[in-house]
């Protein structure tokens, strides 16, 4: 048995770290709280909050897709990441009045539609595009899409899921560290330093695998707290039973899925500082801006004016007032002369776009103080 543990515990290292990359690999927006601190955005594509076992990782969802007169516009395949221009494909109306989920896939007879995070997301995420599909007219859709926009921006929601999930969490860290303890420091110790008896790895073993039980329990109790269905629980839950390292970071893993019905702005206005809310506001009426200046009016004008309808009411409920209001800035740096106003980040020299954000920077004028002599 000590045996086999010996020869199974680097694999178990090996699997344990790659799932904790894989949670955040897709490019979305990810909210990291570590060890129980605040949560905060997290802007690089690759992040591993599941190597430390009391860390959060959410990920809320936004699908890609655009509503024009015709038909909706997809990216190719329904990836999850944000795609270039020439990746969009436009599905006619007619060919997605019988959209469906096929596990985590909206389909239609035009093949694959959407990608969504899970089964339930997909479900949700169909009935909403047959409902677009089979509205009387392009202003019902529209309506519909304002409806569909504001209750994703329901921060009030979100907060109310958070609590339930939240009653359940202490416990579920403290497990997930005693998994990890147990798992991947005190049975290497005991495998690796030659003059340790092998009950000691056997015991720390013992106590790893109970760990990963408890966290198992928990785990299910807080995603029915939050209203999952019990086949939801069992698919979310289903990975453990494979491979039950996976427990020593449960808070990331179990909870990865709670907030694929919320757009991210919701999720980051109920979760993080004011700084994350205002950046992640800042890029969406960008883009909105940015839509609604570079493209066709008849074609897509009604679907970004809709999104900046549902925006403008939602900055207004938050008191962030109106959106170009997000975009200017105070000057830090005295010798700054542009600003990114989605990150922030101050220039000295008047580049064009900023280079984390990829959009045009704004001007202040020249610097206030003259730069230093060299
Ligand atoms: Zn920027």
Not at 16 to 24: E, G, I
Not at 165 to 179: D, H, K, V
Not at 268 to 283: C, H, I, Q, S, T
Not at 350 to 363: E, S, T
Request: proline residues 7%.
């Amino acid at each position: 048995m000590v045996a086999l543990l010996h020869e199974l515990f680097p694999w178990a290292l090996a699997f344990f770290v790659l799932n904790s990359f894989a949670l955040v690999g897709a490019r979305r927006r990810l909210l990291v709280s570590w060890n129980g601190e605040p949560h905060r955005l997290e802007r690089r594509s690759l992040a591993a909050p599941g190597l430390w076992p009391a860390c959060e990782a959410i990920a809320p969802f936004e699908p890609r897709l655009w509503l024009t007169a015709t038909g909706l516009i997809v990216p190719r395949g329904g990836g999850l990441a944000p795609p270039d221009a020439d990746e969009l494909v436009e599905i006619p109306w007619a060919r997605l009045a019988d959209a469906r989920a096929e596990g985590s896939r909206v389909k239609s007879d035009a093949g694959e539609v959407l990608r969504a995070p899970t089964p339930e997301a997909a479900a949700a995420l169909a009935a909403r595009v047959r409902g677009w599909a089979r509205a009387a007219s392009g202003a019902e859709r529209m309506a519909d899409l304002e409806a569909w926009l504001r209750d994703r921006l329901r921060v009030d929601l979100v907060r109310e899921r958070r609590r339930r999930q939240r009653e359940r969490l202490g416990p579920l860290r403290l497990s997930s560290t005693i998994a990890f303890a147990s798992g991947f420091v005190a049975l290497p110790a005991s495998l690796y330093l030659p003059e340790q008896p092998g009950a000691l790895a056997l015991g720390a073993f013992a106590v790893a695998l109970l760990a990963a039980l408890a966290a198992a329990v928990l785990a299910a109790r807080m995603l029915a707290a939050v209203g999952l269905e019990r086949a939801s629980i069992r698919r979310a839950l289903e990975p453990l039973l494979f491979y039950p390292p996976l427990a020593a970071h449960a808070p990331s893993f179990a909870a990865r899925h709670l907030y694929a019905d919320f757009a991210p702005l919701a999720v980051v206005a109920a979760l993080a500082g004011p700084d994350d809310v205002r950046r992640v506001a800042a890029e969406e009426w960008l883009e909105i801006e940015e839509g609604l200046a570079g493209t066709d009016p008849a074609r897509l004008g009604d679907y970004w004016r809709v999104r900046r309808e549902a925006l403008t009411a939602w900055l207004r409920s938050v008191g962030l007032g109106e959106g170009d209001a997000l975009l200017t800035r105070e000057r830090q740096d005295p010798l700054a002369v542009v600003y990114c106003p989605a990150c922030g980040a101050e220039y000295r020299r008047a580049l064009g776009r900023c280079g984390d954000c990829d959009v045009a920077l704004r001007g202040w004028g020249p610097a206030t103080e003259s730069a230093p002599v060299r």
